[in-house]
């Protein structure tokens, strides 16, 4: 990571704002991993000393090769975790139970099977490292946030993605309730705390907190043009849906075999 020293200002071009982002530790393993049908991103977390690690929202089809990476590693992988229960794409959790031996942790409020169930006052640790939780619904009744003070980042699931968030019209979504949710606990993390969401179909990779309090077009509106503005996208229905929410009740776990 770098900074950018003594910008030059030509044309009345606005300073570029610079925030001192946290490197991450020499103990710490972070891997971005991708899922072009569904768009989501699965990150994996390890702990360099240990050997143990995380997977947070893994995909179906790609549990065999999250596990290969585990072994190619030699990661040791403790949980497979998801952010809330997806409607898009079905989880890798209880294909990844079976091929690492692995424990699934998912929120209590989401109503999904898991062998952990975890509220906002819990803590995930692999190795010497923590994420603490935060309970962030409102795209679902089951969102949660998982961050780490330490390496400066955040995974927020659905509930902000980079400029934008997740649908409230389906699945218990609230949009006032993840407007609140959005504002409160993870606005107020540090400004230089590096987003990781679960989806996105532009290309980007990640987000900061700076940056979508800035330029989120649409949680930098007041509440009710928030919640106007929820209430007309005019999406349509996810096609993953009816085979998704009942899998992942269930991790995953059903009569079918990843490719």
């Given at each position: 990571m770098?900074?950018?020293?003594?910008?030059?200002?030509?044309?009345?071009?606005?300073?570029?704002?610079?925030?001192?982002?946290?490197?991450?530790s020499s103990d710490f393993i972070f891997r971005q991993l991708f899922d072009a049908t569904s768009s989501t991103y699965t990150y994996l977390l390890a702990d360099t000393t240990t050997r143990e690690a995380v997977l947070?929202?893994?995909?179906?089809?790609?549990?065999?090769?999250?596990?290969?990476?585990c072994k190619d590693l030699n990661?040791?992988?403790?949980?497979?975790?998801?952010?809330?229960?997806?409607?898009?794409?079905?989880?890798?959790?209880g294909v990844l139970k079976k091929l690492t031996k692995c424990k699934s942790v998912i929120s209590k409020a989401s109503g999904a099977d898991a062998d952990v169930h975890v509220n906002e006052t819990d803590v995930v640790t692999?190795?010497?490292?923590?994420?603490?939780?935060?309970?962030?619904?409102?795209?679902?009744?089951?969102?949660?946030?998982?961050?780490?003070?330490?390496?400066?980042?955040?995974?927020?699931?659905?509930?902000?993605?980079?400029?934008?968030?997740?649908?409230?019209?389906?699945?218990?979504?609230?949009?006032?309730?993840?407007?609140?949710?959005?504002?409160?606990k993870i606005f107020t993390l540090p400004p230089a705390t590096q987003l990781y969401p679960a989806h996105d179909y532009k290309g980007?990779?990640?987000?900061?907190?700076?940056?979508?309090?800035?330029?989120?077009?649409?949680?930098?509106?007041s509440l009710q043009e928030f919640v106007k503005i929820m209430d007309n996208l005019n999406l349509p229905y996810p096609k993953m849906i009816d085979k998704a929410v009942p899998a992942n009740?269930?991790?995953?776990?059903?009569?079918?075999s990843p490719q």
């Open positions: 770098f900074a950018i020293r003594n910008t030059l200002h030509f044309c009345n071009i606005s300073p570029i704002r610079h925030l001192s982002t946290i490197p991450f947070i929202d893994p995909v179906f089809e790609h549990a065999g090769r999250d596990a290969q990476l990661l040791n992988l403790k949980y497979a975790m998801n952010t809330h229960m997806h409607a898009d794409h079905i989880t890798g959790t692999f190795g010497r490292h923590k994420l603490q939780i935060f309970a962030t619904p409102g795209h679902t009744n089951g969102c949660i946030t998982y961050y780490s003070p330490e390496q400066g980042i955040a995974f927020t699931g659905d509930t902000l993605l980079i400029r934008g968030c997740g649908r409230t019209d389906f699945q218990e979504g609230n949009s006032e309730m993840l407007y609140h949710n959005v504002h409160k980007l990779t990640s987000t900061t907190v700076d940056e979508e309090k800035r330029l989120n077009p649409r949680l930098t509106k009740k269930v991790c995953g776990v059903f009569e079918l």
